[in-house]
């Protein structure tokens, strides 16, 4: 394990290289970061609970054929995904406003938004992840615009399903951020999937009956309670039984081994979709 080439480490995960060409390891850990790294703090179990939600709700996904770079768990924290060329941009879909939206435009936090926005950023931290538009991500070259569409495509379809899972258990999916990757098949073709990580980290998820936060705007906002929150998330996931896998930071070893089992098996048959529209090029009439 201490040999494993680390590539890189983020704030919330570190990638190692895979077993094979075109894989990583995504290692989840406990760190909490906000508001571009100023606020920090470690939240024992954080990375066991991420890992899980990300690993299921991607695996789900790709059964509605939404390609995301999930291969399989490997253990509590790890997962195997397939290597991809991250593309620049966050792509954020509202469906409530809350966080900065509900600042920027003066909105009541819990507005319902007549129809879901979609809001991108470009990937620097050195600048803070600043909020751009379609304008901004072609003319930088960021994104071509045939990649964009797909981008946009994948979003609203993966918004549309994570909202009716997650009604389905009692919960309101107000706002998530997305990261795509280019893969490239044998024959030069291109794929793009979806990748990184979707869970408490990355969503804003609130008790539909109670309005409660089960999301990151606990360590933002200083509410407390986060693995609470999150493993609420999981057990209604049905991923982790009732009485939870960590408590008081000590984690069930053999409980989250078993799971990770079952979680393997609901992955194993998984194809990559292949993108089959020409790359639009200029002067060409767009449908
Ligand atoms: N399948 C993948 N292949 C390659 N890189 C990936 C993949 N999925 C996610 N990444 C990248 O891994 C990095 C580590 O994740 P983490 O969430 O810790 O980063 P971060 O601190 O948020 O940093 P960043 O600002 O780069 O996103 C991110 O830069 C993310 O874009
Ligand atoms: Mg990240």
């Known amino acids: 394990m201490s040999r ?27 760190d909490a970061t906000a508001f571009n790294n100023q606020k920090r703090d470690t939240i024992a179990g954080k990375g066991i609970l991420t890992n899980r939600i990300s690993a299921h709700l991607m695996t789900r996904l790709e059964g509605i054929g939404i390609p995301t770079h999930f291969i ?6 790890e997962q195997l995904t397939r290597e991809v060329e991250i593309i620049p941009i966050e792509l ?48 930088m070259g960021w994104a071509d615009p045939y990649e964009l569409e797909e981008m946009i495509l994948m979003s609203g379809r993966t918004n549309d399903y994570l909202n009716g899972l997650f009604a389905g258990i009692g919960l309101t999916l107000v706002d998530f951020k997305l990261e795509y990757g280019r893969l490239w098949g044998e024959h030069g073709e291109l794929y793009i999937i979806l990748a990184d990580e979707i869970s408490p980290d990355t969503c804003r998820i609130w008790d539909t009956e109670s309005k409660k936060k089960l999301d990151k705007d606990r360590f933002r ?57 020409p790359k639009p090029t200029k002067g060409q009439p767009q449908h």
């Open 92 to 139: 954020v879909v509202r469906n409530i406003a809350a966080g900065s939206l509900a600042k920027r435009l003066g909105l009541d936090e819990g507005t319902i938004l007549p129809k879901p926005i979609i809001e991108f950023y470009y990937k620097n931290d050195g600048l803070g992840d600043p909020m751009v538009n379609e304008d901004h991500i072609i003319t």
């Open 4 to 30: 494993r080439n680390k590539l890189y480490e983020g704030k919330a995960k570190i990638i190692y290289e895979g077993p094979e060409p075109g894989t990583v390891i995504h290692h989840y850990k406990d």
């Open 221 to 277: 906002q200083d509410l407390g309670g986060l693995i609470e929150a999150y493993q609420e998330v999981a057990v209604r996931l049905g991923l982790i039984p009732r009485e939870g896998l960590i408590k008081g930071g000590d984690i069930n070893e053999s409980l989250a081994a078993s799971l990770e089992e079952i979680e393997n098996k609901l992955g194993a048959s998984r194809n990559i979709r292949s993108i089959t529209r």
């Open 72 to 77: 399989k768990s490997l253990n509590m924290r």
